[in-house]
């Protein structure tokens, strides 16, 4: 598919910044994403979203929006509703699949309806953390806990021996309803999908124990990237089959990147990121431009993307 310009001559609402604890790693998304497409010629004004983003839209003229916001508001259907309400096409998935993917809980629901494989896990009100212990699991450690609606690690924790168990539950639950899962040990890897088909997939291995926040955006934070992932070739393609699987599982048709652990030959997906990062460490543009996409040639495809309204459920 060759990017055809469908919104050149028009008005692009960048949003980026936003309310999320994910402000900062927006912020640099939105930099990237304003060179590439001044660069391919778009008119582009930059737009940091408050309570008065609707006026602040009609103002600036805005044809199309490109979300390049991360985490709460930005990535779990409440802006897409706006956006669908006034009638404005945005980038990336719609109000339903958003909700779907943003919500741990949500999406693992969607994904075992669908026969994919996931993690053990328990899920706790936020109110509860506090009084729940290890006895209170269906299975023991080591475990990872973690909020069940936020992004980029954010009060994720991996936990190994009892005592880090209270200060990880506490850490979540300041992000809200709490989700323990038994932990998944083996390499880490990466799907994108964009539309109904797969990019690719990467291999990520981080210096240190767990790909966090810092793994993910920190300059010299020491990870490797393995494109393509480090496995036998049907290992892969089994790989990009499960990723896709959990793209249409939750009814996508942007950009996403599903995050698998490969345990001992057995995968296991964790989530899908709907509104996945575009800085210099970000994983979908690394995969993109290894398939011979180079970074501005890709913002522009997902650019003609934009939509709003109902969207079709994938493979219709």
Not at 60 to 78: I, K, M, P, Q
Not at 79 to 87: E, N, S, Y
Not at 194 to 220: M, N, Q, T, W
């Amino acid at each position: 598919m060759n990017a055809r310009g469908v919104f050149r001559g028009h008005r692009v609402a960048l949003l980026c910044g936003g309310p999320s604890k994910e402000r900062a790693v927006s912020f640099n998304t939105g930099a990237a994403i304003e060179r590439a497409l001044k660069g391919r010629g778009y008119d582009v004004v930059l737009i940091d979203p408050g309570a008065d983003l609707p006026a602040r839209l009609v103002e600036a003229g805005a044809s199309v929006v490109f979300n390049a916001l991360h985490g709460t508001y930005a990535e779990d259907g409440r802006l897409q509703g706006l956006l669908d309400w006034m009638r404005l096409p945005y980038t990336g998935d719609g109000l339903r699949a958003s909700c779907l993917a943003f919500d741990k809980v949500l999406a693992k629901t969607a994904f075992r309806a669908a026969g994919l494989p996931v993690a053990d896990d328990a899920v706790w009100p936020s109110a509860e953390a506090a009084r729940r212990t290890l006895d209170d699991l269906p299975f023991g450690l080591p475990v990872v806990v973690k909020p069940v609606a936020e992004g980029s690690s954010v009060g994720t924790t991996l936990v190994f021996e009892a005592e880090a168990f209270g200060p990880a539950l506490a850490a979540a639950a300041a992000c809200g309803d709490v989700l323990v899962e038994r932990l998944v040990a083996g390499p880490e890897l990466s799907v994108a999908c964009f539309r109904d088909a797969v990019l690719g997939s990467v291999e990520i291995e981080p210096a240190r124990s767990f790909y966090d926040y810092d793994a993910k955006y920190a300059a010299g934070a020491g990870t490797r990237y393995h494109l393509p992932p480090r496995l036998p070739g049907a290992d892969v393609e089994r790989l990009c089959a499960l990723g896709l699987a959990a793209h249409r599982a939750l009814g996508c048709r942007g950009a996403t990147r599903t995050d698998v652990m490969w345990a001992g030959g057995s995968p296991i997906v964790l989530e899908v990121n709907t509104l996945p990062g575009m800085t210099a460490t970000s994983l979908v543009p690394k995969i993109a431009a290894s398939g011979g996409i180079p970074f501005d040639e890709f913002i522009e495809r997902v650019l003609d993307a934009a939509t709003c309204g109902p969207r079709p459920e994938s493979g219709s």
